[in-house]
């Protein structure tokens, strides 16, 4: 499985070292606003059920559902953005991960170039301020 | 089980898969049964992944119908060029990571 899956791997990792948890929740009378996929719905309904969570998708119907259902939601290239201004990752990490993403994950130009631009911006201090914009 | 049906194709279309089939030795319905799989599963793919461009399938969704894993269908955007349903409005409206997970100064 780790050289199938290395992402499957790491993940049966730390939900054995118990970094992650795992929830059951029974998802009948739940019926997202927008078809998705069993997985998706169910972390939706997670979200809503836990409260005060942050939703973290790289699903545009997935975040179209959570809007809807006013959500707050991230994808990743944010959360690599957000780990570097919370010092949780250095910052050659932080830079290669916009590359990563843009090759393997298939972001598209914009957003990587915006969160390339974000990072520098968190390296030289600025605040990313796209929302007052 | 194979089950017969009809269908009306252009006649130069039709003479050029006849004189293909004559030169390469090839059984005549063997090869149109091996064109209409090949043919049906590219068209499906695309179409599938023009629905996901469009937003109208999820990758999940996608997923399933093809019978791809998530890598799978990573790579496949990236041989067609595509990318996420991952719009440039949706990074600028994500949420802030919360700032209790700043690490801490020893």
Known sequence: MVRKYPDAAMISDLISKGAIKVQSLASAGFSSPISLHQGEEEALLLAMKLGRSLFATDEGKAIKAARFLRLPFIVTPKIVVELFRLKRISSKKAQGAPEKLDKIGRYSPEIIADALVSLMEEKDGKTDNHKDT | ?106
């Open chain 2, 1 to 106: 089980m194979a089950k017969p049906t009809t269908i009306r194709i252009p006649e130069d279309l039709l003479n050029e898969i006849d004189q293909f089939v004559r030169e390469s030795k090839l059984d005549r319905s063997a090869y149109l049964r091996e064109v209409l799989w090949k043919g049906f599963s590219v068209d499906k793919q695309e179409r599938l992944l023009l629905k996901y461009v469009r937003g109208d399938l999820s990758q999940m969704e996608v997923c399933q119908e093809l019978k791809w894993s998530p890598w799978e269908f990573l790579s496949q955007l990236k041989a067609r060029n595509l990318h996420l349903s991952v719009e440039l409005e949706d990074w600028l409206d994500a949420e802030k990571l919360p700032n209790f997970l700043k690490k801490r100064r020893p």
